[in-house]
Nanobody, 117 residues
Framework: QVQLVESGGGVVQAGGSLRLSCHAP???????????MGWYRQAPGKQREFIAS???????NYIDSVKGRFAISRDNSRKRVYLQMNSLKPEDTAVYYC????????WGEGTPVTVPS
């Protein structure tokens, strides 16, 4: 059964912005809220990598390559996690996924982001 649904990807020129959304449609709020949720990405020919997380208390963590450009947030009432991506670069091209950082769920299909060089 689908546990996580990512959306919001697309093709954007270098320097542009996108806002990704992750929804947990089947998860009840009391189960979603305590989870530390993260965004991951998998570029062509590479392994999936962690890029950002947000805890239940909204403590955030980022890898160096996206610090200052990406911002993760969450809306617990809607069971959603967002990733605002600004100043996009060609090296940000990847399929983006969300998941629980501590107790991973089944992976969703992801949402592709393409930044042409």
């Amino acid at each position: 059964q689908v546990q996580l649904v990512e959306s919001g990807g697309g093709v954007v020129q270098a320097g542009g912005s996108l806002r990704l959304s992750c929804h947990a449609p089947r998860m009840i709020t009391s189960v979603f809220n305590p989870r530390t949720m993260g965004w991951y990405r998998q570029a062509p020919g590479k392994q999936r990598e962690f890029i950002a997380s947000i805890s239940s208390t909204r403590t955030t963590n980022y890898i160096d390559s996206v610090k200052g450009r990406f911002a993760i947030s969450r809306d617990n009432s809607r069971k959603r996690v967002y990733l605002q991506m600004n100043s996009l670069k060609p090296e940000d091209t990847a399929v983006y996924y969300c998941n629980d950082v501590v107790a991973p769920l089944s992976w969703g299909e992801g949402t592709p982001v393409t930044v042409p060089s």
